[in-house]
């Protein structure tokens, strides 16, 4: 593990379609928890695990600039939805190492991610190329398999400084403001032709409204 002086960065992923405050807010709270240099949404191409998103490409993108327009420590990077290959973390993970070869990357997920982690794709060799910052709600206590809780034995801190000193290969877990807000949530009410008001920016729903995103 390379020791380091260069402030951490962070990587979000998700379909984001559309992204809402359940994405942004979080995300926010772990940037300035942790002090990151920035954080940076990376919507995938197409999850593996997900069936093909329902706005496009470049209308998801428009969404997330739009969202978080005003909040510089977030930016948006595009590499993965770019792509013309389904997203898989260990391959966007080595392409940040190599884009950031000096700078330590923390992949954030939530809890529902690491109790699954032992089946993501090449889950063994994630930890080379970045640390995992897990969000969770405050007070949640979730049981993990045996896989998982080697991991978080061998891996697990508790102190945030630690992840701007190497450069891969911490756990860290970070409570965050979780709102029970969810994108199926806000297609099904636009579908209902319902509102949408105060569950995403103002300005996302107003592109939503002027795109038909979702109709």
Request: glycine content about 4%.
């Amino acid at each position: 593990m390379k020791i380091n002086d260069c402030a951490a960065i962070g990587f979000l992923g998700g379909t984001f379609d559309p992204i809402h405050f359940g994405h942004l807010r979080p995300a926010l709270e772990i940037q300035q928890a942790l002090n990151l240099q920035s954080l940076y949404l990376l919507p995938n191409y197409i999850a593996p695990h997900k069936e093909k998103t329902l706005a496009n490409t470049q209308q998801r993108i428009e969404m997330v600039k739009l969202a978080i327009q005003d909040t510089p420590e977030l930016q948006l990077n595009t590499q993965e939805l770019l792509r013309s290959t389904p997203s898989y973390t260990i391959d966007t993970l080595k392409l940040l190492r190599k884009q950031y070869p000096d700078t330590p990357l923390c992949f954030i997920m939530g809890m529902d991610s690491l109790i699954n982690f032992d089946s993501w794709y090449q889950y063994q060799d994630i930890l080379d190329y970045c640390h995992l910052v897990v969000s969770h709600r405050p007070g949640w206590d979730p049981t993990f398999n045996d896989v998982v809780s080697k991991l978080l034995s061998d891996h697990q801190i508790q102190d945030p400084a630690l992840l701007h000193r190497s450069l891969a290969g911490c756990v860290y877990f970070q409570s965050t403001s979780q709102l029970a807000i969810s994108s199926s949530q806000i297609r099904h009410l636009l579908s209902k032709k319902q509102s949408i008001n105060f569950l995403t920016p103002q300005s996302v729903c107003t592109y939503i409204k002027e795109q038909h995103c979702y109709t």
